[in-house]
């Protein structure tokens, strides 16, 4: 199916050029949506991560 696809694609005539660089920025776009969201999750995790570990900290230093 892709094999058909790409070659239908590359039979084309003018535009060929246009397409692959729309493909490149919807390719680029998605990958720097997918890594911003990956880099929120992580970030999220070390602040509960942190906040849990500063608690504790205080927790046993204020206990005798």
Known sequence: MLKKFFKRFKSQKGLNGVFVALLLVIVGVGLVAGINTW??????????????????????????
């Open 39 to 64: 880099l929120k999750t992580q970030r999220n995790t070390i602040e509960a991560s942190a906040n849990t570990a500063i608690a504790n900290a205080t927790k046993s230093a204020t206990t005798p």
